[in-house]
């Protein structure tokens, strides 16, 4: 179930998710001008989630996926092939 996290929108600490918990591998996409998702915020969620990756695509926003299609969908095939080939 979501549950707002002011972190992912750059408002500061607050309680959220226990995101230590999370046991499968986990891909972070961050827009590199994202105004919601700030760098520290994206670096300290990967921080709690085990082996968590996290990539930042430049010419991005908030949006990834829409505004650099081609980025986002490199940085998904990369890591579901490497998720692939470790287990």
Same mark, same amino acid.
């Given at each position: ?27 972070? #996409?961050? /827009? *590199? ?8 915020? !994206?670096?300290?969620? =990967? $921080? ?8 930042? #695509?430049? /010419? *991005? ?8 299609? !081609?980025?986002?969908? =490199? $940085? ?10 470790? /287990?």
């Amino acid at each position: 179930a979501f549950s707002f996290d002011p972190r992912w929108f750059a408002l500061g600490p607050g309680a959220g998710p226990e995101l230590v918990h999370v046991a499968t591998p986990t891909l972070l #996409i961050r /827009g *590199a001008q994202s105004p919601l998702l700030s760098r520290e915020g !994206a670096l300290e969620i =990967a $921080a709690e989630i085990r082996g968590a990756r996290l990539v930042e #695509i430049e /010419g *991005a926003g908030h949006n990834v996926h829409l505004e650099q299609p !081609a980025r986002f969908l =490199a $940085a998904v095939q990369a890591f579901l092939a490497e998720v692939h080939s470790s /287990g």
